[in-house]
């Protein structure tokens, strides 16, 4: 699976956007773009994932660069819940079970 | 429907004694992870199953670390003669059987071993 960096944290004002990056500069034509994330006690939470297109659910925006090279997870209007450590992985998915292989991930950090 | 469940949510056991951590996924998921995340740290993968079979055990730290799944469905992770080293979150995932499918986590088993 490809490595990913991403910053150790960031900080973001309540109702505000929250962007989040992730650079994978040795990503592969076939690999995807996951994020979980991990609010503090709990397991981690799916949030989404994507190939190459630009994709939005009920929770975030993921933003894609053309060249595939990095992402952005945006959280479009943040909230004191979103406080969590953000982890984004690239993988490969595979019929059948597959295991995440977690890096340290940006501790996202709310501000009212 | 309900998610991943796991018991015990804590356990505190001493050095040398053995513990049996049990997972139950969402019902219909055929594969089934076992995670652990040392005190502020990131997750390590310890061992997954599809179906019964555990095709990837690598993640296993040594040979007091097992885990088996019956039916299909629930599973136990066993850990003998447990070393302070041990003291973790040890969570449980499942998933449904396909490309891509997301893995969801349960609430984590919190180990203490004195």
């Known amino acids: 699976d490809a490595k990913t960096t991403q910053p150790t944290s960031m900080d973001c004002a309540e109702g505000r956007a929250a962007n989040l990056p992730c650079n994978h500069s040795?990503?592969?034509?076939?690999?995807?773009v996951y994020w979980y994330r991990q609010i503090h006690s709990q397991g981690p939470q799916y949030i989404i994932h994507?190939?190459?297109n630009n994709e939005t659910n009920e929770m975030a925006s993921l933003i894609i660069t053309e060249d595939r090279k990095s992402s952005t997870l945006i959280l479009p209007h943040a909230t004191l819940r979103d406080t969590a450590v953000y982890y984004c992985?690239?993988?490969?998915?595979?019929?059948?079970?597959?295991?995440?292989?977690f890096g340290q991930g940006t501790r996202l950090t709310i501000n009212p | 429907g309900a998610g991943v469940s796991q018991s015990p949510s804590n356990k505190v056991t001493e050095k040398g004694k053995d513990v049996e951590l049990r997972c139950d996924p969402i019902?219909?998921?055929?594969?089934l992870y076992w995670y652990r995340q040392s005190l502020g740290q990131g997750l390590e993968f310890l061992i997954y199953?599809?179906?019964?079979?555990?095709?990837?055990k690598s993640g296993l730290p040594s040979d007091r670390f097992s885990a088996e799944r019956t039916g299909g469905s629930v599973s136990t992770l066993t850990i003998q003669r447990t070393q302070q080293e041990d003291s973790a979150v040890y969570l449980c995932?499942?998933?449904?059987?396909?490309?891509?499918?997301?893995?969801?986590f349960g609430p984590g088993t919190r180990l203490t071993v004195l």
């Open positions: 995932a499942s998933s449904l059987s396909g490309h891509g499918n997301e893995q969801f």
């Open positions: 040795t990503i592969s034509g076939n690999e995807y």
């Open positions: 994507g190939l190459k």
């Open positions: 992985i690239v993988r490969v998915p595979v019929q059948g079970a597959q295991k995440l292989v």
């Open positions: 019902s219909g998921h055929t594969a």
């Open positions: 199953f599809q179906g019964n079979s555990a095709p990837d």
